[in-house]
């Protein structure tokens, strides 16, 4: 009964660590990163399709994107998507291949994006000690009806309080990692 509230809250802190990962790699740092477009979708053979399934995405330079569609008739249907994306970046097609320069922050939309982040990393924190104290109701209705001992209780309170702090701690490095990144000129 105990390893199984610890490990159902260990597996749903997981799920908060990797959301909270993925969200920071949706964030945009003045440096090219091909997950910038993972919201992206594009319309082909009357399917909505990730960009990356119609066509190559790359980084080659730090501050440029390139998108080569599979299919050249898919340009200006790639070229749309990304106008009218919430990126806030303007493409170039030049035929052949679209270029997606990626502009260097400023000082000011820098210490936006470190807010945004800092907000982002609350919500994760949050959430894990929701997870933390969804389980220490659970245990507590165990030791109610007799499944556990109050002694068993607290030890499994104590443990799921350690896997708790555990995960606290790497959303913390994460925010650590990104807030470096955003600030890195």
């Known amino acids: 009964m105990i390893k199984k509230i610890k490990s159902d809250a260990e597996a749903r802190m997981e799920k908060t660590l990797e959301a909270i990962r993925h969200e920071m790699t949706t964030i945009r ?25 119609v066509a190559n995405v790359a980084t080659p330079e730090p501050t440029l994107i390139t998108i080569q569609p599979w299919d050249k008739q898919l340009l200006p249907v790639i070229e749309r998507a990304l106008m009218t994306s919430d990126l806030g970046l303007t493409p170039s097609n030049d035929g052949h291949i679209i270029r997606l320069p990626i502009p260097q922050l400023t000082e000011e939309r820098r210490k936006e994006l470190v807010r945004v982040v800092r907000k982002l990393t609350e919500e994760a924190r949050v959430g894990i000690r929701n997870i933390r104290r969804d389980a220490n109701e659970h245990l507590k209705k165990a030791e109610k009806k007799g499944e556990i001992s109050e002694d068993d209780r607290h030890r499994a309170q104590d443990e799921v309080q350690e896997i708790t702090d555990e995960f606290i701690e790497q959303i913390d490095e994460v925010l650590e990692r990104k807030e470096t990144e955003i600030m890195e000129v």
């Open 29 to 53: 740092t003045g440096r090219a990163s091909i997950s910038l477009l993972d919201g992206i979708r594009v319309e082909y053979y009357g399917s909505m399709l990730p960009l990356n399934q």
